[in-house]
């Protein structure tokens, strides 16, 4: 009980540490980095390197691959795991540290937060890309979206560390089990899916970047407004 009790003061004072590097910027820029919505461009960069680059067929696969994943981590986490577990969210009210937590626009989220669902979704995507596409800037973009997602959920204190952790773990998981399922049943399709355009014109690994680039310039701008 007592390494238990250490673990949970431990993962308090991470979030709080987090929490507290609060600032009006920062916290417009945080709330609208941590939205569903403003990444669907960066979706459908990555849908456009997909039917550039390879047989539609592949393209579909990976594409429905990744909603598979999102659906399956999705249900895990927020249907099965966190009612079962009962963790209370740090900015939820009946939390007897919510009175300690930075909140955002009112913003408090559902009831329970372990795991997290954000942590399992992104990572869940952003390591299947990595395993299928093999390249470096979009391993970099994945990752570093990926990271800075879950990030912005224990700003917004809707998250303790340890929820990421194992939503991260979950979504690493759920893709190498995908992963390594689809190479055994579709091992040609995999390959290629692993194996660059010939045609230098058809690589887009430069598209997805540069519109996370972009949806990045317009949150920093946009969060200068008061």
């Given at each position: ?128 890309l990595i395993y299928c596409l093999r390249s470096r800037t979009i391993s970099l973009t994945m990752g570093l979206w990926a990271t800075l997602t879950v990030y912005s959920r224990m700003y917004l204190g809707v998250h303790y560390f340890g929820d ?63």
């Amino acid at each position: 009980m007592a390494i238990i009790q250490t673990l949970v003061n431990w993962d308090t004072n991470i979030l709080l540490s987090i929490n507290s590097l609060h600032s009006p910027f920062w916290d417009n820029f945080m709330f609208l980095y941590s939205g569903r919505t403003i990444w669907i461009p960066l979706y459908l960069s990555l849908a456009v390197l997909l039917f550039r680059g390879y047989n539609y067929k592949i393209a579909l696969l990976c594409i429905i691959s990744c909603l598979l994943l999102v659906c399956f981590n999705d249900q895990l986490t927020s249907t099965f795991i966190r009612p079962f577990v009962g963790r209370l969210r740090p900015s939820n009210l009946e939390n007897p540290i919510s009175h300690l937590v930075h909140v955002v626009n009112d913003y408090r989220g559902g009831r329970y937060g372990f795991p997290s669902a954000h942590a399992s979704n992104c990572w869940g995507v952003a390591f299947f890309l990595i395993y299928c596409l093999r390249s470096r800037t979009i391993s970099l973009t994945m990752g570093l979206w990926a990271t800075l997602t879950v990030y912005s959920r224990m700003y917004l204190g809707v998250h303790y560390f340890g929820d990421i952790l194992v939503g991260t773990l979950l979504g690493l998981a759920s893709a190498a089990t995908l992963y390594y399922t689809l190479c055994w049943w579709k091992p040609d399709m995999m390959t290629q899916l692993r194996t660059p355009p010939v045609n230098e014109k058809r690589q887009l690994t430069w598209l997805p970047p540069t519109v996370y680039t972009a949806i990045v310039v317009i949150l920093l701008v946009v969060s200068l407004i008061p």
